[in-house]
């Protein structure tokens, strides 16, 4: 499995990016689906969580930092879960990492691991800087 983060740039102080994650997986299996979490790390900072997006039935949690902010979507025919970031602030500044993890759809949509030590496969960062 390889994920492909993108979308990243520099934008103001109330702009807006779309982070992209490709993944490449399959799943034929159909007792098995994943999940994929957005993380974030600022320079001399801990990896923090930031959303999290259930494959099977589409639903989103996210950190009460980006609440109302952040929605995540997906479309699986491409494998790719999407990041909308608006009314961005400096402090959303950092490094972003998507990541995924596989599991049964009901316990994937009913727990919602934030811990980066749950996710078996990792993006390799996308930076966003947040800047007038």
């Known amino acids: 499995v390889q994920l492909q983060a993108s979308g990243g740039g520099l934008v103001q102080p109330g702009g807006s990016l779309r982070l992209s994650c490709e993944a490449s997986?399959?799943?034929?299996?159909?007792?098995?689906?994943?999940?994929v979490a957005w993380f974030r790390q600022a320079p001399g900072s801990e990896r923090e969580w930031v959303s999290y997006?259930?494959?099977?039935?589409?639903?989103?949690y996210y950190a009460d930092s980006v609440k109302g902010r952040y929605a995540t979507s997906g479309d699986n025919a491409k494998n790719t879960v999407y990041l909308q970031m608006n009314s961005l602030k400096p402090e959303d500044t950092a490094v972003y990492y998507c990541?995924?993890?596989?599991?049964?759809?009901?316990?994937?949509?009913?727990?919602?691991?934030?811990?980066?030590?749950?996710?078996?496969?990792w993006g390799q960062g996308t930076q966003v800087t947040v800047s007038s």
């Open positions: 990541a995924l993890r596989f599991g049964p759809p009901v316990q994937l949509s009913l727990v919602i691991s934030t811990s980066p030590e749950d996710y078996q496969y």
């Open positions: 997986v399959t799943t034929s299996d159909t007792s098995n689906s994943y999940a």
């Open positions: 997006f259930s494959r099977s039935d589409g639903s989103s």
